[in-house]
């Protein structure tokens, strides 16, 4: 007879439900154990689509759509996939802007004794991409806070090896996201960009964490996506929970943004 499996040593086990609170608490204590053994005490965290090309690519689309285009120029679907890869090339826009942020932050911030503002995304593709594409683009460290999903999502290429993490929660991973955030930049994105904003401006206001500069990168596209000024209209969030979050454009505005809320980086970083 085989020497019966250690209880740590059974992933069959594990996985049961009855250890739930076990894997719960691996799924907290992991990346935290590696965070403190890279220095991080603090993070900038960027969200944002895992859709969003990047120019280069969102350029090359467009072409190879308008060369089919010309090429049949009645054709409906063609049209119609035109006009999608114009779109997706009106967003590529923020793709550059969350890597120049990145990059901007990173390289001020990280030294021998520690490092503050280390930029953390959920680790995919999109602007979380550029997020640590900007970070290694100066050669600084990077978090990416991926998630297992029934369509695989790979970590991107560009986080720091050691600090690359997978979860199955996202309860645990959105804890992560926040426990030593400093700034959130929301960029667009779709239902899991807004869960993870919503989620921060209810924490916020509800005292739940300290405030926080909370960036939303684009006004134009926010606004058009949600009536912010309804919700104080019908009296279903207070005036002033409108000052919890700003509108910027550029990634020189929202990194003067964090370092006006957070002080001198001299002093601070």
């Known amino acids: 007879m085989d020497r019966p499996l250690k209880a740590y ?10 250890c739930r609170p076990v ?56 049209r119609l996939a035109v006009a999608q890869a114009r779109e997706r090339k009106a967003l590529s826009h923020y793709y550059g802007v969350a890597r120049e942020l990145a990059r901007l932050v990173s390289g001020s911030s990280q030294g021998a004794g520690g490092c503050d503002f280390v930029v953390m995304t959920g680790g995919g593709g999109g602007i ?5 594409r ?6 600084a ?28 929660y996202f309860s645990i991973r959105k804890m992560h996201f926040l426990l030593r955030a400093r700034a959130l930049c929301a960029f667009p994105g779709g239902f899991g960009t807004l ?3 919503f989620e921060t401006l209810t ?28 919700l104080v209209r019908r009296q279903l969030i207070s005036p002033e929970d409108l000052d919890i979050f700003q509108f910027v454009e550029t990634a020189e505005e929202g990194w003067e943004h964090i370092r006006a809320f957070c002080g001198d980086p001299e002093g601070v970083l």
Do not use: Y
């Not at 992933?11 to 049961?16: A, G, I, R």
């Not at 979380?128 to 640590?132: S, V």
């Open 134 to 139: 900007g970070a290694a683009d100066v050669e």
């Open 195 to 197: 869960d993870e904003l």
């Open 23 to 78: 894997r719960l608490q691996l799924e907290l204590l992991k990346p935290e154990v590696l965070m403190q053994e890279h220095l991080i005490r603090s993070t900038l965290v960027l969200f944002g689509s895992a859709r969003t090309l990047s120019p280069e690519d969102a350029l090359a689309q467009l072409n190879a759509a308008e060369q089919k285009l010309a090429a049949a120029p009645s054709d409906d679907s063609l």
């Open 128 to 132: 979380m991409e550029a997020g640590n």
């Open 9 to 18: 040593e059974d992933v069959e086990f594990l996985k049961c439900d009855e």
């Open 203 to 230: 924490l916020i206001q509800t005292h739940k964490i300290p405030r926080i500069p909370v960036l939303l990168f684009g006004r134009e596209f926010w606004e058009d996506l949600i009536n912010w000024d309804a």
């Open 141 to 168: 460290k990077s978090i990416g806070l991926n998630i297992s999903l029934p369509f695989e999502q790979h970590p991107n290429e560009f986080i720091t090896e050691d600090l690359s993490f997978c979860f199955h």
